[in-house]
């Protein structure tokens, strides 16, 4: 492969949700994951990753057809004693489903190049470290957890005469911010591409808004930002650097109309470090509302060497 990635780079990715369940915990009712410390609502690197997997296997041919799969997925098979029936496996892949050779897996499996994964071969295994790593997400407005009761679409059984209910736990509305990063040592060994990194992007944002499920519906993404920085050097902390600033009460906002971003420290701290900065990629919803020490400002989407052409003296 060629273009592999030599730079390190620093993600931060927002997207809100409104009146929807960001992460289920399978263990707590699939209630919302919640910090009662803070009242902030979590979603795990799972998730996003899910999220990526799926867009790039709906939308950008990695479905196994052609020289292009995603290593964790479902797969389906056909009963042999009926053709009309099909049947989902565990989401596990094998090694016996290409061909036992961990470049084949690297060449075909963009998530395997990006996320890492443990590959097992016919009599051991390999363990890829994912260049890309997600921090757990973590919501920026304090939020709470609500209860919502209904009828399910079908009686329990054939003879039933009442239907079943069920309860649905949601979030009125959470901006979820993202910590991420690039690491180009990783990419040298699982063989990640810039094309892949440009795919991962795009998984992000568009996947975001694709997940058209009963439970996912209603997020959408508001800020994805790039770094790359010059050797080893990363900031950190990017998602710590924001301040929701509430138009009322931070209880009361339901949209991204009810609240402005504040940017200050984050591009304070960008700018203290700009001489390690490669480049900057932006891409903002027009919606969201950003101010700089005070001053409203508005964000110029694209990529950039400068820091100060990206955001305001």
Known sequence: MSNIINNKTELLFLYDIE???PNGDPLNENRPRFDSETNTAL??????KRTIRDYWYEYEGFNGEGDKDIFVRETFYQDEKDPLKSFVKDGKRRAKDFNEEKNDILNRCI???VFGGVIPLDKNSITFTGPVQFQMGRSLNSVEVITEQGTGA??????AK????????????AVIGFNGIIN???AKISLMTEDDKNLLYKGMWEGTKNLITRSK???NPLLFLAITFNGSFYLGRLRQKLNLIPKEKEDSIRSVKDYKLDLTDLIDALKKVKDKVLNIEIRVDPDLKTIYNGNDVILKEGKSESVDAIFPA
Do not use: C, H, M, W
């Open 162 to 173: 009442q239907d079943t209910f069920r309860t649905e736990y949601k979030l009125p509305y």
């Open 19 to 21: 009146n929807a369940n």
């Open 184 to 186: 180009d040592k990783a």
């Open 217 to 219: 519906f209603g997020q």
């Open 43 to 48: 979603v795990s690197d799972v998730r996003l």
């Open 111 to 113: 998530d395997i190049r």
């Open 154 to 159: 079908f009686a329990s059984k054939v003879d």
